[in-house]
């Protein structure tokens, strides 16, 4: 019996199965993450409210124990830190009919998978962004000017000036060894410590000849999460979301954003930065990020949500993926900043 013509198959019904669409989404968002993946990650979802209030005990002291003597009990120091969901992105796309008949498979393939991508990025930037708290025992702004108080060059001894023209230097093997210090002094395991490093450092950590032997390189099982080797015992990941600081030639002040020429109206605003940074005269740096997993908090409410839905007034599918959470510093002293030359 022959099969009767317009049948419907899974490819004429693909716009009405949204699940292919979720599943390629939040797999691609899962592997372009990389700072996300190195913080501590809270799961808000399902609950309602606006801001997760996270309690951070203080380390307690122990306490010589006499003969016949009561035990000495460890006060309560604790403080809360409170993470405010208000961070909210979406990504969509309208395929119209046509496009979707003639167009080849991989174009959804590309979109979704780019859909992944971008709102990784947005959850990674955010997260960079908070590297200015680390060493100044702020969870907030204190001043306009960032990337000061406690930062450090990347020679791991220069305390790093935002006056201009700025005095980042780039990393040396014993910068890294300093920075390690620095956190090992305040009682952060170097065991569980990773760093993170723009792109123009991953090429001065392959020009040393201690950073291109295999114990640093690894099997590269993990290369395509931004893994580029273990140094010290530490994790090492290249991002090219590590922010761009400009200082700016005429007032010394500093703007943080994600592209190397063009400032962002929306970063400099939130950061208190009202100074209007015209022309590309500046001097640039970018943040290395060395960082134990309790330094920052992404409290994630609703993650990666791919709807679609087929809008007959366009004669197409509309699909989008949005994601919901929030960011904040835990503890300050268990990260560090090491400004580099961009």
């Excluded at 000849?209 to 290369?223: H, L, M, S």
């Excluded at 001097?283 to 908090?297: E, I, N, V």
Aim: glycine content about 8%; some cysteine; proline content about 4%.
């Amino acid at each position: 019996m022959a099969y009767p013509t317009g049948g419907v198959t899974l490819t004429t019904a693909d716009k009405f199965i949204p699940e292919l669409w979720s599943d390629e989404t939040l797999a691609a968002y899962k592997s372009k993450l990389v700072l996300a993946n190195l913080v501590t990650k809270i799961s808000f979802k399902g609950k309602k409210g606006d801001t997760l209030h996270i309690p951070v005990p203080a380390r307690g002291s122990a306490t010589a124990k006499a003969d016949l003597t009561v035990v000495t009990l460890v006060a309560d120091t604790a403080t809360s830190v409170d993470v405010l969901i208000n961070k909210w992105f979406e990504y969509s796309k309208l395929y119209e009919d046509m496009a979707e008949m003639q167009a080849l498979s991989s174009m959804r393939q590309f979109y979704t998978q780019d859909a992944g991508y971008a709102l990784a990025k947005k959850v990674d930037q955010d997260l960079h962004l908070l590297g200015h708290y680390l060493q100044s025992g702020n969870t907030t702004p204190a001043n306009t000017n960032l990337y000061e108080t406690g930062v450090i060059g990347g020679d791991g001894s220069t305390a790093f000036s935002g006056a201009t023209p700025g005095n980042g230097t780039a990393l040396t093997d014993a910068g890294i060894r300093r920075a390690m210090q620095t956190l090992e002094d305040s009682d952060v395991d170097s065991s569980e410590l990773n760093f993170i490093i723009p792109p123009v450092e991953a090429r001065v950590l392959r020009g040393i000849p201690r950073f291109t032997e295999q114990a640093f390189v690894g099997n590269g099982d993990t290369i395509k999460t931004g893994r580029l080797g273990n140094v010290y015992g530490m994790e090492v990941f290249t991002s090219s979301n590590c922010p761009w600081i400009h200082v700016q030639g005429t007032d010394s002040l500093q703007a943080v954003n994600f592209s190397s020429t063009t400032l962002s109206a929306s970063y400099v605003d939130a950061y208190g930065i009202t100074t209007d940074f015209t022309g590309d005269t500046d001097t640039k740096y970018r943040p290395c990020l060395m960082l134990h997993k309790d330094a920052f908090a992404h409290a994630e409410q609703m993650g990666i949500r791919t709807q679609s839905q087929y809008k007959q007034e366009y004669l197409g599918t509309l699909v989008t993926a949005d994601t919901i959470y929030g960011t904040k510093t835990l503890r300050s002293y268990a990260g560090i900043a090491l400004i580099v030359p961009a």
